[in-house]
């Protein structure tokens, strides 16, 4: 299904729209985990009416004000938060941690308590997940997982928005992820163990995914009936599947690693040979940053199969659904609309 097809069935549901806006209100969203299926698919919903009827939520978060601390570089992050929170009239504020960790200077706790004071809502993209969590833990306002070393859930949200847009039935898609089990893998099995897809993860030996997010991913799926595969075979992995993905072989904080990496991971390059075994319509994903050459051949990354820029441009607004659903947006817009109707 195109994307205008999307678009026009969100604009043509709205405001009637059936989602539960109130589920996600001054909730923290650190991990996959912490959604039901019904969320997640709240969050979809809501992305697509947002990406349809923009000038509807221009307002909606006016009054907000969210503050984002990262550890970590970051292009696409920074950017859809800052342009996605502007664009709902709310407003940002960044602070570069790249220096220090963002403890260095005082407890945890002493921030959160100066935070919740001052702002509504706080993104961290951090090294260690310890430090969301810690955060979430005493600080009274909402907390986004920006990505840590766990988790990524805002990339796996807007990767399977973007599969919604492509494929329109998540339930029959085929996810196919090759590379590092890190955590964009965890944050893509969790969120296709809630939508009831079938995702196939294929790493070598010993960079498989943590065991404890495949359990969690194995359990959402027996109420689902999501397909959740483990593999070290990435040609197995791909054959057949509706959209192939992979992300770069050696993490932020792994530079040391490298070299090995390169050695170790050859052999799970998504590159023209690859590709040819999945679906004749299969699509490629990648998270970006990109390293041509490596993780992926430049003739499959720039090919008419790959759907990367789309993926990078729904982070705007996937994470424009969870700021309005965090933050009572979405509610307080569809009581507006409804009062009017």
């Known amino acids: 299904m195109s994307t205008s097809t999307i678009a026009r069935r969100a604009a043509s549901a709205h405001p009637l729209i059936s989602l539960d806006s109130k589920a996600l209100e001054n909730r923290d969203l650190l991990s996959i985990a912490d959604l039901e299926p019904s969320e997640v698919g709240t969050i979809l919903e ?3 009416l947002v990406k349809a009827r923009p000038a509807d939520f221009r307002t909606a978060l006016s009054d907000k004000q969210m503050a984002m601390f990262f550890e970590k570089p970051s292009l696409r992050t920074r950017l859809t938060f800052e342009a996605g ?5 709310g407003t940002s504020i960044f602070v570069d941690q790249t220096a220090s960790p963002l403890a260095a200077r005082e407890s945890l706790s002493d921030i959160a308590h100066n935070l919740e004071r ?6 961290l993209r951090t090294f260690e997940h310890s430090t969301v969590t810690g955060m979430a833990e005493h600080a009274t306002i909402p907390v986004i997982n920006g990505l840590s070393d766990i988790e990524h859930p805002c990339q796996a949200l807007a990767d399977f928005f973007t599969l919604k847009e492509k494929f329109d039935d998540l339930r029959a898609l085929r996810l196919a992820y090759v590379g590092d089990g890190n955590n964009v893998a965890h944050s893509l099995l969790l969120t296709a163990a809630c939508l009831g897809s079938q995702i196939t993860v294929a790493s070598p030996a010993g960079y498989e995914p ?3 997010v495949i359990g969690r991913a194995l359990v959402l799926a027996a109420r689902t009936g999501a397909t ?8 197995a992995a791909v054959a057949g599947a509706d959209a192939v993905y992979t992300d770069v072989w050696t993490s932020m904080g792994q530079e040391h690693q490298a070299a ?12 023209e040979s690859l590709m040819a075994l ?4 299969a699509v490629f994903m990648h998270c970006l940053p990109a390293h041509r050459g490596e993780e992926v051949a430049a003739g499959v990354m720039d090919s008419p199969q790959s759907i990367v820029f789309d993926q990078a441009e729904n982070r705007v607004h996937v994470q424009k659904a969870i700021l309005l659903l965090l933050l009572g947006g979405a ?11």
């Open 331 to 341: 509610a307080r817009r569809f009581a507006a609309r409804s009062a009017h109707a």
């Open 278 to 281: 999945a679906a004749p319509n």
């Open 210 to 212: 943590k065991p404890e």
């Open 118 to 123: 001052w702002v509504d809502v706080v993104v």
């Open 228 to 235: 959740i595969d483990i593999t070290n075979d990435p040609a």
């Open 260 to 271: 090995e990496r390169r050695v170790i991971f050859a052999p799970y390059q998504v590159n």
């Open 46 to 48: 809501l992305a697509g």
């Open 85 to 89: 929170m502007a664009g709902l009239g």
